[in-house]
């Protein structure tokens, strides 16, 4: 999914701009403004950190100038006019140092280290004038007088965030600021200015250091943002390029990558049957081809293919398959159908009734007596309302049918085969399911941020609703809201059961997440 823009957060109308790699297309972007096209220096590049998300990286030092990228159109901070306010926020990632820059403590701090200070941020300037804005305001003298381990950030190779707001009441270069790290003041002010009104079209300095570090945000502000603001904004980031100005972010979904492997394959005259497993989680359905031929979908294993054709050769290959896309084809398999006059040409036979039992709203088991062969059953398969295909379940006599439409009347049909692809009669049985009955589970308690303060009017709350005996999860729900103490608005749905408990998985608009204790659904 690609980043987009979040116009609902607290903050939206005060973003100037939004810069950020998507990590859909690794590509530099401006969240907030169209038509924002970017140029990257030599030396610089966009990667995807598979913590930290898609962002921009030097490689080396990249000269006297240090590497960053530009971007057209800038925007206008006009800093020398009575009235001015600004505030940038970065978001970054330190890589780790080398042996050498921590024996020789130098050129490798991004703010202080050791006694040893040295500008090592970014610089956010016009490049059309050179003048420089925010972050470079911070002078070498005002690290030195407020030089503490609260703003020492040192190849720890983690996630980190800078911001400067910058103010200027009566015009002219009184500009004034202050330094947050991690989003707490750190004490650090200034004074002055670096040459007033600029269009901002460029952040360099991003090799300040040997290593340097990675930039996955940087967010320009037309106001001075508040401590608190500041702080928020900082708990809201997250891995995967998580923030709470952005929508969209999260692991990149990917098609299947695991192993599927097929099993000894059972031929008949006409059919095969087909057991096959899968090494990984991340497959919705499978898909099979025959002698590299057209993909065509394949039931859950063991599953039949029909309409073969009787002493023929053929290639096997069985995918998975998600939302996304499909994954590698399988190792091919070779088998030959048996020849149409075998010597056996009797059917199984099938006899008796379907019998219902666990009915409920989406789901049921139907079961059936065993059939009898001149030779033997190999198995049997059932298709619902008539479907092109039948789903084999091996030689077991009953199926789980399950996902089914609540209060919907199903045509379930079984039939029994043999080696030699001989098929029963059918047995047929109508089965109507429950009807749905809505259950309810309420979170009493409001939703806080870090700092313990109740959320009231959250708005885009996504909660997954997990049974608590088994943790599985039976229902997503997206689009809440908290009333004004905080509290989240009641979950409703035919997948959550009266009486059983539940835990409720909770995530903001804005990252922030967690999970209930156990509340039991009404």
């Known amino acids: ?9 607290a903050l939206a109308s005060k973003v100037g701009a939004l810069i950020a790699v998507d990590p859909s297309t690794n590509a530099l972007v401006d969240l907030k403004r169209a038509g924002v096209t970017f140029t990257l220096d030599a030396g610089v590049t966009v990667v995807t950190d598979a913590t930290y998300g898609a962002a921009v990286r030097t490689t080396g030092n990249t000269g006297a100038g240090h590497a960053g990228f530009s971007f057209t159109p800038g925007l206008t901070q006009a800093s020398n006019v009575a009235g001015f306010k600004s505030t940038l926020f970065l978001v970054m990632a330190k890589l780790a140092q080398t042996a050498d820059d921590l024996a020789n403590h130098k050129n490798n701090s991004m703010l202080c280290h050791n006694g040893y200070v040295y500008q090592a941020l970014p610089v956010v300037t016009s490049a059309a004038n050179g003048r420089k804005l925010g972050l470079n305001a911070v002078s070498t003298d005002d690290y030195n007088a407020a030089r503490t381990s609260n703003i020492s950030i040192y190849g720890d190779g983690l996630r980190h965030t800078i911001a400067t707001t910058s103010a200027n009441a009566t015009g002219g270069n009184a500009v004034v600021g202050k330094l947050y790290v991690d989003g707490a003041n750190t004490g650090v002010t200034y004074s002055g200015g670096t040459g007033g009104d600029a269009t901002i079209s460029a952040v360099n300095g991003l090799n300040n250091s040997s290593a340097g570090f990675d930039l996955l945000y940087l967010v320009i502000f037309n106001d001075v943002l508040t401590d608190a603001e500041i702080s928020d904004l900082h708990a809201s980031v997250g891995n995967n390029n998580v923030f709470g100005l952005v929508t969209g972010a999260g692991p990149v979904a990917s098609a299947p990558t695991g192993t599927v492997t097929i099993g000894t394959v059972t031929p008949a005259a006409s059919s095969v049957s087909v057991p096959y497993g899968y090494s990984g989680s991340d497959a919705t359905g499978y898909e099979y081809r025959l002698n590299s031929g057209t993909a065509t979908a394949i039931g859950a294993s063991p599953a039949t293919i029909s309409g073969l054709t009787p002493s023929t050769a053929y290639t096997l290959q069985i995918r998975a398959t998600n939302a996304t896309g499909a994954g590698a084809w399988s190792a091919i398999t070779n088998f030959s159908t048996s020849a149409s006059g075998s010597s056996d040409s009797t059917v199984p036979t099938l006899t008796g009734a379907v019998t219902v039992s666990s009915l409920g709203s989406s789901s049921y088991t139907a079961s059936w007596p065993a059939a009898s062969d001149n030779v033997a059953v190999t198995g049997y398969e059932y298709r619902l309302n008539s479907a092109a295909t039948w789903t084999s379940v091996g030689t077991s006599t009953s199926a789980n049918i399950a996902g089914r439409t609540p209060g919907s009347t199903d045509a379930f049909e079984v039939r029994a085969f043999d080696a030699a692809g001989n098929r029963s009669t059918a047995l047929s049985k109508s089965v109507t399911l429950t009807a749905a009955v809505t ?20 708005t885009g709350v996504t909660c997954a609703v997990l049974r608590a005996s088994d943790m599985t999860v039976v229902t997503t729900v997206t689009g809440l809201t908290t009333d004004g103490t905080g509290v989240l608005a009641a979950i409703s749905h035919a997948s959550i059961v009266a009486g059983t408990q539940y835990h409720v998985a909770i995530k903001t608009s804005g990252g922030g997440t967690g999970i209930t204790g156990p509340i039991t659904a009404s």
Request: charged share 5%; aromatic share 4%.
């Open 1 to 9: 999914m690609a980043l987009a823009f979040n116009s609902g957060h």
């Open 439 to 458: 259950g309810t589970v309420a979170v009493s308690q409001p939703i806080k941020n870090n700092a313990g303060v109740a959320q009231g009017g959250l």
